[in-house]
């Protein structure tokens, strides 16, 4: 393993952090164009233009900046782009649109913000009773431009459910955090690859298949950091929480298998003819740092994700930005060479996964 120094860490974090408001309004021009002829609401799609999954994980590790260093310029920086959204107006109600109020729901909470808490509350309340649902009650996967009608993502629960048990925790409302619960044993029942521990992108239940079976990184990172996010979060049953860290731990196992010499991970990880990720790398170095400082995985798996962190520091460019990074991803259908073609440009979570990653490589950097 490539020495890394804390300084080296420490700069290229800032650097990533100085970039982060300019990554975090660039305009997704694919996805706008896209939104056009495919809104599914027929809303006015400028709400859409800064709120939606990319921008929510971006909010979600400065949000975890800001609680790790309490500087005020950070929270300002949420609070402004908060803000500007309420003049816009906050989209349709899916899967994708619920990821910024991750951020919201702390923020609102820290700040002790009644507005912010009742727009999350409204949102919380139509998780539970207005969102599709597939087949025994999974969270159907329905986001801006596609219906994807009875299907399970692994994206679901880093993006939708975190929130909702965020918002039980701190509303004292337990049927929240079982729903939670459940839908986190679903995934598990139907996303699982049995032979490898990993993570099938997704499940559908016309047809009752995985798609193309493709273990995706950055699909498999939500789960390696949302197991011990969840955990850390919410009280959990006893069995619920054995059967999420032994999810966790065959996960984390099989990623030490699969790893590239270089220290990342392959975009379908078993794979080794598809293009290296910065984005999954990142997420599942987070992950496995946070599952180890809660005792989920032996502390000797610390190695595996410090392994990544000469080349991710490599991926930071001088202006900050996280290069290496796969676009937003579909789900592949058919064929796993679909992953392959997806471009690589800097996303807001990029830059927040590296963000989260480096903080807690800190901890371990002599």
């Not at 709400?47 to 300002?76: I, N, S």
């Not at 025994?136 to 929130?163: A, I, R």
Request: glycine share 6%; aromatic share 12%.
């Amino acid at each position: 393993m490539e020495n890394v120094t804390a300084a080296q860490v420490k700069d290229a974090l800032e650097r990533v952090i100085a970039s982060f408001q300019t990554v975090l309004y660039e305009d997704d021009e694919q996805f706008l164009e896209n939104m056009k002829t495919k809104n599914l609401e027929g809303d006015d799609i400028r709400r859409y233009q800064h709120w939606e999954w990319t921008q929510g994980v971006g909010l979600y590790g400065f949000w975890r900046l800001f609680e790790a260093t309490k500087k005020p310029e950070y929270l300002d920086i949420l609070k402004r782009f908060y803000e500007k959204q309420m003049e816009v107006g906050l989209p349709g109600k899916n899967i994708n649109t619920v990821t910024p109020l991750l951020a919201m729901s702390y923020f609102a909470e820290y700040t002790k913000n009644d507005e912010y808490l009742a727009i999350c509350d409204e949102w919380a309340e139509s998780i539970m009773h207005d969102f599709l649902r597939t087949e025994e009650g999974g969270l159907q996967h329905k986001t801006s431009d596609t219906m994807n009608n009875g299907e399970l993502w692994d994206d679901t629960l880093f993006m939708t459910v975190l929130f909702l048990a965020n918002m039980g925790r701190i509303r004292g409302k337990k049927e929240y955090i079982e729903e939670a619960q459940y839908q986190f044993l679903l995934h598990v029942k139907y996303l699982t690859d049995k032979k490898t521990g990993m993570w099938f992108h997704g499940w559908t239940f016309d047809g009752h298949h995985n798609f193309a079976e493709a273990l995706w990184g950055r699909g498999n990172c939500w789960i390696t950091m949302a197991i011990p996010e969840f955990l850390d979060m919410v009280e959990c049953p006893t069995a619920v929480r054995r059967i999420l860290e032994e999810s966790e731990r065959a996960q984390v196992n099989a990623l030490m298998r699969f790893q590239d010499e270089s220290g990342m991970w392959h975009t379908l990880v078993d794979d080794p003819t598809s293009y290296v990720e910065a984005s999954a790398t990142c997420g599942f170095a987070y992950g496995i740092l946070r599952a180890v400082d809660l005792g989920i995985v032996d502390k000797s798996c610390a190695n595996s994700a410090m392994k990544a962190l000469a080349p991710i520091l490599k991926c930071v460019s001088e202006e900050g930005k996280v290069e290496q990074v796969s676009y937003g991803t579909p789900m592949g259908r058919e064929s796993k060479d679909f992953y392959k073609q997806i471009p690589l440009i800097p996303m807001p979570y990029g830059q927040a996964l590296a963000i989260l990653f480096f903080m807690e490589a800190l901890k371990l950097c002599k």
